[in-house]
């Protein structure tokens, strides 16, 4: 219902210097997701439209089962598209690619891998010619910048939930993506480790400014890490329900988010989106 | 961090950890805990082992006496009165020649076990002898391009276990590396898993005998017009193909199981199919492959013998089937000592291919 009028108002945003780029990174043009059934076709996701621009970092809501993670995977190119198109700087996807990076619900490490070989696997194959010191030293780098200096040689198996989610952070990060996509990152764990890691990630992302998709069920997480939450309506035939500019300066400190005037009414706003 | 490796943590690490309290026991140094540990995985074993061979002994017994009551009637009707009592007083004497013929007794086992091993020394003595003999012989015939002159007395029984290592290693191998590429292959591939699956159904169940028979079918075709010694060959490629079974199919397994979370990180970094197998595939799926080569290993021990005794391979199966035809005063114990020994190799083949196990994989939790 609010495409059209979200789309004044962002231009209006631009206007005010609010977002730093006009260039759309990722364009999702009348998507479209249906499973057949033996009962007849399902249809996840219709008319799904959703304009994402450079440097900008969107968090997405719904309910669960709402079709939120089968759009993640469809920009991922991990999942196919049933109608419509999903490109990324005016280029049509075709299949998964180094371009697009995603940190999984589960943190995904190759357990019989030490963290360094995690990281390197992604940088190894996007950086090919790119010398062996050169590449480790890109992995070390952003292990560091997560918090993972101690543990290069460490098989991922050893490390805790949170720890491999660091090494999954890094990870994504290193490959140097148009668009990161996460899927609940932080969906698995303790709420003390959840706060760490969304610092983690808004201290590297503030440095990188990479273009970010991320799903999340928390409401506060959202309007933290978000220049925009995006609000999705319950399946089936789940279309964007509502968009949520949030004018926060960067970088943001927690505390000063908390604190600021207009944090309630954000929350109320989503949280009234939801009961609905 | 550095982990010092005591004996503890290898014999643990091996699956031989009942060990490990066995070196308490000595220093004197078991608390409560310890000791009922103690007494669980080093008194109980032993006393089991213990319970065994009282029964198989007193089993034993009862089927001598059997046999020599039947024997002694049976000379009483044919042969009289007189024949009766001298076969009874030559039974009691112990000579080997009127000696019921029937299962041997532990201590009986342990004569021949003691009497193979001097078989084995004096042949030993008798082979080296003949090599520094031979030594200043074979290097003219070498000079002179004549082939060199080789041993060829009877094997003793350990060159026949020797012989049958030789044997199940070279099938296991094979069955390595037909099985494990393959399997990933049928793994990856949905149409060759159906192309295959027929095949593996069908030939999985067939027995070790009538594999060894295709193979001699083929191999003696093959081999026609060389004076080589095909027993070997057939015997080695029938155990291969007889044990590969397992493997093949749980590396199929495992290739096919890979947690989809590590097939989607191959895909979004786009590794190459190289990359994705040997990086990703291959050491997710090492533990079922593991569990399958080690089923293939035991399957390969186990049918050995049965082909060895069929293709006349010179190994344990072959020393069974002599011993039996042989049927001399101590041939049935003989068989009894190969038996034992035959199911304590099983079994440190077993460990080992568990420690390799536990040596190469991520997952560290030991299947037994």
């Known amino acids: 219902m609010s495409v059209i009028m979200d789309n004044k108002r962002e231009t209006s945003l631009v206007g005010n210097g609010l977002f730093p780029s006009k260039d759309v990174m990722l364009d999702l043009k009348n998507l479209k997701k249906v499973y057949p059934t033996p009962k007849g076709d399902y249809v996840v996701l219709e008319d799904l439209n959703l304009q994402i621009r450079k440097e900008e970092f969107v968090t997405i809501i719904g309910h669960s089962g709402c079709g939120k993670t089968t759009m993640l995977s469809m920009i991922a190119g991990l999942n196919p598209i049933s109608g419509g198109n999903i490109s990324v700087l005016g280029k049509h996807i075709k299949g998964p690619g180094p371009d697009r990076g995603v940190i999984f619900q589960s943190p995904s490490l190759m357990p019989w891998m030490t963290t360094l070989q995690n990281v390197m696997l992604g940088v190894n194959q996007v950086f090919p010619h790119a010398s062996r010191a050169q590449r480790t030293d890109i992995a070390k780098y952003y292990l560091q910048k997560v918090g993972m200096e101690d543990s290069f040689n460490k098989r991922a198996s050893e490390l805790s939930q949170g720890m491999q989610q660091r090494v999954g952070i890094a990870r994504a990060f290193a490959i140097k993506p148009k668009v990161l996509l996460l899927d609940e990152p932080f969906g698995m764990l303790d709420s003390l480790t959840r706060g760490e890691l969304q610092d983690i990630l808004i201290e590297i992302w503030n440095k990188e400014k990479i273009t970010a998709v991320m799903i999340t069920h928390d409401v506060d997480e959202a309007i933290f890490l978000a220049d925009r939450v995006v609000m999705m309506t319950s399946g089936p035939k789940a279309k964007i329900g509502d968009i949520l500019n949030i004018d926060f300066e960067r970088p943001r400190t927690r505390k000063s988010v908390l604190e600021h005037n207009d944090y309630y009414k954000y929350r109320k706003h989503l949280i009234d989106f939801l009961e609905h | ?368």
């Open chain 2, 1 to 368: 961090m550095k982990q010092s490796l005591t004996l503890g943590k290898v014999t643990k690490f091996m699956g031989l950890g009942f060990l490990s309290t066995l070196k308490g026991l000595f220093t004197g140094k078991l608390d409560k805990e310890e000791f009922k540990t103690f007494l669980r995985k080093t008194v109980v074993p032993i006393a089991s082992i213990l319970l065994f061979i009282g029964l198989w002994h007193m089993g034993a017994k009862s089927l001598y006496n059997i046999e020599a009551d039947h024997k002694i009637e049976k000379a009483l009707t044919d042969q009289g009165q007189e024949a009766a009592v001298a076969l009874r007083a030559c039974i009691a004497s112990g000579e080997s020649g009127c000696q019921p013929n029937t299962l041997p007794s532990p201590s009986q086992v342990w004569d021949s076990y003691k009497s193979l091993l001097r078989d084995h020394n004096i042949i030993a003595a008798d082979k080296a002898a003949f090599i520094e003999k031979t030594a200043a012989l074979n290097e003219t015939r070498t000079a002179q391009g004549l082939d060199a002159i080789t041993y060829t007395g009877r094997p003793s029984f350990v060159d026949q276990i020797f012989r049958s290592l030789k044997t199940v290693f070279a099938g296991f191998l094979l069955a390595l590396f037909i099985a494990v590429p393959l399997g990933i292959f049928i793994g990856l591939s949905p149409t060759l898993k159906s192309a295959f699956n027929w095949f593996i159904q069908i030939f999985k169940p067939v027995s070790p005998v009538v594999w060894y028979l295709l193979v001699f079918m083929i191999v003696k075709t093959l081999l026609i017009g060389s004076n080589e010694d095909s027993s070997f060959t057939i015997s080695f490629i029938s155990v291969g193909l007889c044990s590969m079974w397992a493997t093949l199919v749980n590396t199929a397994m495992g290739v096919s199981s890979v947690d989809k979370d590590y097939i989607n990180v191959a895909k979004v970094l786009k590794l190459g199919n190289f990359q994705k197998i040997f990086k990703v595939v291959l050491p997710s799926s090492l533990p079922l492959i593991f569990t399958g080569l080690k089923i293939t290993l035991s399957v390969a021990w186990m049918v050995l013998i049965a082909i060895e005794l069929l293709a006349q391979s010179p190994g344990l199966g072959l020393f069974v089937w002599e011993e039996f035809q042989n049927g001399a005063n101590d041939s049935n114990a003989k068989i009894i000592v190969a038996m034992f020994v035959i199911g304590i190799i099983g079994f440190l083949l077993d460990r080992l291919m568990l420690t390799i196990q536990n040596w190469v994989s991520f997952d560290k939790t030991d299947a037994i």
